[in-house]
């Protein structure tokens, strides 16, 4: 399996190619590496910034990636608000005191074992469209190279 390094940061509205260009700046590199933004798509004037990034893969979840998470478990097919899949995804077991941005064992746990149904529902939906997550390319990547 390919080695994974992750730089989480919560940026909201202030991500811009520079903060991501210093962020990645002086990290161990391959010719054969590949960047991942992850963002969410709540917010247009950001998804209109986020495309034009170069040198980086763009997974988007919209609105957010609790989309990508619920779908592990339940199909969506119908726009929904960030705070009514929030909801949605509180309601499940083991989720139930789930904080934005980090993850329990059991939670992982979780995702993992439903990995499989999660992208076969994702690549049901229309991204960029609301709901879509696109999370499932990283996720296959990593599997074909496992």
């Not at 962020?23 to 910034?49: C, M, N, S, T």
């Not at 957010?64 to 949605?88: K, P």
Request: glycine content about 2%; proline content about 5%.
């Amino acid at each position: 399996m390919p080695s994974v390094v992750v730089k989480p940061s919560i940026l909201g509205n202030k991500i811009s190619a520079k903060i991501i260009h210093k962020a990645i700046k002086g990290l161990p590199r391959h010719p054969k590496d590949k960047v991942f933004l992850l963002y969410d798509l709540d917010v247009e004037e950001v998804a209109q910034r986020l495309v034009k990034i170069d040198g980086v893969i763009l997974l988007t979840s919209n609105p957010c990636f609790e989309v990508w998470m619920y779908l592990h478990f339940s199909n969506l097919t119908n726009a929904v608000e960030s705070n009514d899949i929030l909801n949605r995804l509180k309601s499940l077991d083991p989720f139930n005191q789930y904080k934005k941005g980090s993850l329990k064992k059991s939670e992982v746990a979780a995702l993992l074992n439903n990995m499989e149904t999660a992208t076969e529902r994702a690549l049901n939906l229309n991204h960029p469209q609301n709901p879509s997550s696109s999370v499932h390319l990283l996720v296959t990547l990593m599997k074909n190279h496992a």
